[in-house]
């Protein structure tokens, strides 16, 4: 019951400040014209027309100089007009963070090296949901022209939302009584993308008014795009290392280097060639539909009331169509085929050979991963001025986001066969040449091996309730008292879908006679030691791209045909409809389906003083922020209080098994103080310190309910258990950072900061000994571990504006650098020995944009480059890294008149290889060549 009450209670106290509104009438006039002299005052100091690069760069120095904490920003050039299409890449351009790509797109962020959980997305200051099955946030999903700012907060206060170690990221909407009157803007563009050579639209339509006494002002956008990108890449697993464990005496490739026919005992040797290679080319089509509303009311001058909504749907098809073959004697694999030819590098490692025999097998997969998610939020909010010192805000927002995903998601393989397959690693380039011999055709023989149907749909909703207060008196010691109550609830359910026996239909029947079906067995075949049922050719379809992998010197096999699904699906039923509908179509997995809910209840107090320290100005604020945070875990688990032993830890009855719907729930509270000084050291030099304790909520697979009993093999003398854990605490850390900001000029600035983050410890997977209703258990768990780690590091930025500098027509140039320097260190001694830094963190990264803007033209090159980072620190062979990747890319525009521009815009101009390794550099495990885009159009604006 109380929690049922908590939003009513919240709810009815925002309700009674909206009712109280009226007495705003009974104010003095003196009061009355001091609140306007205030609100005339902070208009003309805050208001900066916003058009071209320079005035954008302007705009977002003015509010990094007044910010009350450590903030970086990036501002539309104009409305509409967005530096980057992609707000994953426009955030690059801030110090502090990389990217991730998906098909060469910005997707996810990094801040000073933290991803994933780290960050917390909101919008116009409210929580936003996401499609993400984790707390991370896709920025692919919202259009650029939608937004016009972006705000990156690296040090926090506690009137913001907590839950960040790496950093808030506010993605903020315009105001309608902002603008100077009726506008409306509207631009389209073909968008040419180098590898598909296809070219397809976007567009985007602004329009906004208000009325003449400026009270009320409306704005609507909407945004359309459509084009298809691709991707053409090369992966591999399986290096063979003693030192990581992996000796050739237990593992390696076998070559007949001696010519008898077979492997001797001394024929297995160490390798460059990976055990397993694929070559696969994506074509993705994505999709974008968004658009945005603002109403605000200002009925008298005490009172702003603003209403916004953003909606933004986003469907990706997510095609990948892929080879891949086997190099070494796999032990499940019924054949192996002859491995000869074989020359050695100075190593002694395997980096040329050829496979031959029956038993030579190329496998064919179709991968889809298609997206269809639709993201919205409404937010209203209302701030009323009592009196010139004390106002009071309302705020109620509701969020949602979803990704419709019902089993959609196709992973097939099939079995081809051919004469040999020739590998030379020994050309000098970074991948090996690779012929295989015959090329693979759709008229080629088939057999079926695997199909897989998954996925996984997300639904997320958040309630944000906020009533806030706000004192600022006239004289005293603070200048400002912000207080407030917050609500917030997020509701993320998770519902999985997967096939039971994706290889019901491999080793020609041979599973479906295990499971009691009858089959026709007439397109049976034998290959050497494969037995597979023949797939109709009707099931294929001819390759639909070339030039595959472009830019590589090296040769890769010819493109190759890909499945029709629902051909494939057809012949399935043709051989057992049952088994079909049991086996491969995708159903409810219960295991993988949950729901998670938090209540965060939370109450802040901030004292803000601006004085003077030996006749230096300085502002500091310090506050504290408490909440309480309430995990409710619904899913479907086993009932272990069914389960009885005997004496050897095994069940003596089977009701335990069954599932059924269990709901867990914990809660924690947490009490988070922060500081923030700034200090002018002169008018346009500023000192900056900060100082606060910060948390990170668990990711919600820790908190899902799951149980997961292992009565088979025991460990320490007990079966196991391993289950999620709703009770799991949020990681905490502190932080600190020291800046200092050199304001010199318009449109210019110089500063430079070192950072500290010390986290306390990580959740991870602890296991013991303990009692689960009533028996006795080798438990496996996600708890606060022991250990935590450091991170720390430098950044740097410089903008400077040329136009005081160099005589027309130069004077249009500036530039904008940064660097930023990010390293870590675990406490853990295991992981320390290992000197390993954080997952997909990069000690070095910088960004250099050059731009000129003068009668009429604007120009841009950015160029963004980041270091190396680990991938995965448990590869098969040793670590795993993407080296380093830079990205340049390109804007111009030309203004005909006052209404009209022509424009152009290009990404990955250089169209660099993106690629990754294992251990050594000449091990490679992953590369991605990806297209350039080119984009021409027009935008108008009356």
């Known amino acids: 019951m109380n929690k049922l009450h908590k939003p009513a209670l919240l709810s009815l106290a925002i309700s009674a400040a909206l009712a109280a509104m009226p007495v705003a009438a009974a104010t003095s006039d003196d009061d009355t014209s001091n ?20 005035s954008s760069i302007k705009e977002s120095l003015f509010q990094k100089q007044n910010a009350s904490s450590v903030i970086d920003l990036v501002v539309a050039d104009d409305i509409g007009k ?5 707000l994953a890449e426009a955030l690059q351009r801030i110090p502090g963070v990389t990217i991730t790509r998906n098909g060469g797109e910005g997707q996810n962020i990094l801040v000073r090296g933290l991803g994933g959980g780290y960050n917390v997305t909101t919008l116009n200051g409210r929580k936003l949901a996401s499609e993400y099955a984790g707390r991370d946030f896709n920025f692919d999903t919202i259009a650029s022209e939608l ?7 690296k040090s926090p206060e506690a009137s913001l939302l907590d839950g960040g170690i790496g950093a808030i990221i506010d993605i903020e909407t315009r105001k309608p009584l902002a603008m100077e009157g009726r506008t409306i803007a509207a631009s389209a563009k073909g968008i040419y993308e180098s590898r598909t050579e296809d070219t397809h639209p976007h567009a985007s339509f602004i329009i906004g008014d208000k009325t003449a006494d400026g009270r009320f002002g409306a704005l609507f956008s909407a945004v359309y795009s459509r084009k298809t990108l691709r991707a053409d890449t090369y992966s591999a697993s399986g290096f063979f290392d003693e030192d990581e464990g992996w000796g050739v005496d237990s593992a390696g490739v076998p070559v007949d280097t001696n010519g008898n026919g077979i492997i001797d005992a001394d024929e297995t040797y160490a390798s460059k060639i990976p055990s397993y290679m694929y070559f696969a080319n994506a074509q993705d089509v994505r999709e974008r539909l968004g658009a945005t509303l603002a109403l605000q009311w200002q009925p008298t001058d005490q009172l702003d009331i603003n209403f916004d909504a953003l909606y933004s749907r986003y469907n990706t098809d997510g095609n990948r169509y892929q080879i891949g073959f086997v190099n070494y004697d796999e032990e499940w694999t019924p054949g192996t085929p002859v491995f000869s030819n074989a020359t050695f590098d100075d190593l002694g490692r395997v980096v040329a050979m050829r496979q031959t025999g029956e038993n030579t097998m190329v496998e064919l997969l179709n991968i889809s991963t298609p997206r269809k998610t639709d993201t919205y939020q409404l937010g209203l909010n209302t701030k009323w001025q009592l009196n010139p010192e004390w106002s009071i805000t309302a705020d109620a927002a509701y969020s949602a986001a979803k990704n419709q995903n019902a089993g959609d998601n196709r992973f097939i393989v099939a079995r081809g066969f051919v004469d040999a397959i020739d590998i030379n690693y020994n050309t000098g380039n970074i991948l090996p040449d690779v ?30 309730l906020k009533l806030l207060s706000q004192y600022q008196p006239m004289e005293g010691f603070f200048s400002r008292i912000d207080t407030g109550l917050t609500y917030l609830k997020q509701t993320k359910a998770q519902n999985q879908f997967a096939s039971a026996n994706p290889s019901q239909f491999s080793r020609g029947g041979f599973y479906l006679t295990r499971d009691g079906y009858s089959f026709d067995n007439s397109t049976v075949f034998t290959r050497g030691e494969f037995e597979l049922f023949q797939i109709p050719n009707s099931a294929f379809v001819a390759p639909n791209f070339k030039d595959f992998l472009k830019g590589e010197d090296s040769i890769s096999p010819s493109p190759w045909p890909s499945f029709n699904y629902d051909a494939l699906l057809d012949y399935y039923r043709s051989l057992n409809a049952e088994a079909t509908d049991k086996s491969i179509v995708a159903v409810p997995n219960r295991a993988g389906s949950y729901q998670v809910a938090e209540e965060v209840t939370t109450a802040f107090v901030q004292f803000t003083i601006e004085k003077e320290l030996f006749e230096l100005p300085y502002m500091l604020n310090f506050g504290l922020r408490g909440s309480k945070t309430e995990v409710s875990s619904t899913g479907y688990a086993y009932d ?17 098994r069954q599932t059924s719907p269990m709901t867990f729930t914990d809660s924690y509270t947490n009490v988070l103080p922060s500081m923030n000084l700034r200090l002018n050291l002169q008018d346009n030099l500023l000192f900056r310190f900060s100082a606060a304790e910060v948390i990170s909520r668990p990711e919600l697979f820790y908190l899902r309910s799951w149980i997961a009993p292992n009565f088979d093999t025991q460990k320490n003398g007990l079966p196991q258990l391993s289950r999620g854990n709703p009770g799991v605490p949020a990681e905490k850390a502190r932080q600190a950072d020291i800046t200092l900001e050199w304001y010199y000029a318009e449109s210019s600035a110089l500063s430079g900061g070192l950072f500290l983050k010390d986290i306390k410890s990580f959740i991870e997977n602890k296991e013991g000994r303990a009692v689960v209703d009533g028996n006795e258990y080798w438990l496996a768990q996600p708890e606060s571990g022991q250990y935590g780690a450091i991170v720390r590091g430098i950044e740097v930025a410089w903008q400077h504006s040329l136009a005081e500098m160099l005589p027309e027509p130069f004077d249009g140039l500036g530039f904008q650098l940064n660097y930023t320097y990010v390293d870590s260190e675990y406490d853990d001694p295991a992981r320390k020995a290992r000197n390993l830094p954080f997952q997909g963190m990069s000690k070095n990264s910088y960004n250099a944009v050059l731009y000129y803007e003068k009668y009429g033209f604007q120009t841009r090159l950015a160029y963004n480059w980041r270091s190396k980072f680990l991938t995965d620190p448990e590869a098969w062979g040793g670590a795993a890294w993407i080296a380093d990747y830079g990205q340049l890319d390109a804007s111009a525009s030309y203004e ?4 009209f521009t022509v424009y152009a815009e290009a990404s990955n101009l250089t169209n660099k290889r993106y690629w990754g390794y294992v251990k050594r550099e000449d091990q490679v495990n992953y590369l991605e060549r990806f297209g350039t885009q080119v984009a021409f159009g027009i935008r108008g604006s009356f």
């Open 896 to 899: 005909i008149n006052k209404h």
């Open 82 to 86: 967005f530096p980057d299409e992609n």
């Open 35 to 54: 609140t306007k002299a205030r609100q005339v005052t902070e208009q003309d100091v805050e208001v900066i027309k916003v058009s071209g690069i320079r």
């Open 435 to 464: 012929v295989i011999s015959p090329g693979l055709t759709a008229d080629q023989v088939y057999g079926a091996h695997y199909s897989y149907n998954s996925g996984t749909g997300v639904d997320d909703k958040i309630t944000d």
């Open 640 to 656: 272990l209080s069914k389960v009885v032993l005997d004496s050897a830890g095994k069940p003596t009855n089977n009701t335990w």
């Open 147 to 153: 937004v016009s700012v972006l705000k990156v907060y």
